[in-house]
């Protein structure tokens, strides 16, 4: 849902303005319709990977809109097919793809380690360092250093795209899978809530430490 929000903000921020607001504006079609990819943008790029095809099963596929004539390029394949993964594009406008799941939504959950870079100019793509586990849901963020924290499951970890290595942070205090996290002013990580999670912690990335917070989410 959250990529499929992107593309509509996207859609907005570049339709025709008319005086009583923005005007609509149907987009074409992606080339391969799927369910939960992950997507970012990059440059003048909308850049949507992996996902879940219909009648089931991971592919490879990488879908990229150009957001000034709004037309879909499929210029190469990921390495590993993934779904429920997540992206970012980094400082130098290459795009690092981070863990997720490789079977099919009804088979047992397998979450992959690989991790992948997409050249800035969308003209390859490689594998680079694995996570330190297996991350079926990871939430992605871009810390002012350049570096990328990843969270999920029971760790904070962070890669260094200099020298494409992953380094964890700190254990979390509860295991979570399709939980969010929030990148604070002060460089810190909120994480909330996730799969049988009504919790909170915050992790600062300066001592590697993580606390556990009083708030809950509500309902729980």
Not at 93 to 121: F, Y
Not at 127 to 150: E, F, I, Q, Y
Request: aromatic share 4%; with cysteine; proline share 8%.
């Amino acid at each position: 849902m959250k990529h499929l929000l992107l593309l509509i903000v996207v859609a907005l921020l570049t339709a025709p303005v008319r005086a009583n607001g923005p005007e609509w504006e149907r987009l074409p079609d992606m080339p391969v319709a799927v369910a939960a990819p992950a997507v970012s943008v990059a440059g003048r790029n909308a850049v949507v990977t992996g996902g879940v095809v219909l009648g089931g099963g991971a592919t490879a596929a990488v879908q990229v809109m150009g957001l000034d004539g709004f037309s879909w390029t499929l210029p190469l394949k990921l390495n590993t097919p993934r779904y429920q993964h997540a992206q970012i594009t980094l400082g130098d406008g290459r795009i690092l793809v981070a863990g997720g799941r490789t079977r099919l939504p009804a088979a047992s959950p397998e979450a992959t380690r690989s991790c992948e870079l997409i050249a800035s100019d969308l003209s390859q793509i490689k594998p680079t360092a694995d996570l330190p586990m297996p991350m079926r849901s990871p939430t992605l963020h871009l810390l002012p250093d350049g570096r990328v924290a990843a969270v999920d499951y029971q760790v904070l970890a962070v890669f260094d795209p200099a020298n494409e290595t992953w380094t964890v942070v700190c254990p979390l205090h509860a295991p979570r899978r399709e939980h969010a996290s929030l990148l604070l002013a002060d460089g810190s990580i909120l994480i909330g809530g996730g799969i049988g999670q009504a919790s909170f912690e915050r992790v600062d990335l300066s001592t590697g430490n993580s606390t556990l917070l009083a708030a809950a989410a509500a309902g729980s």
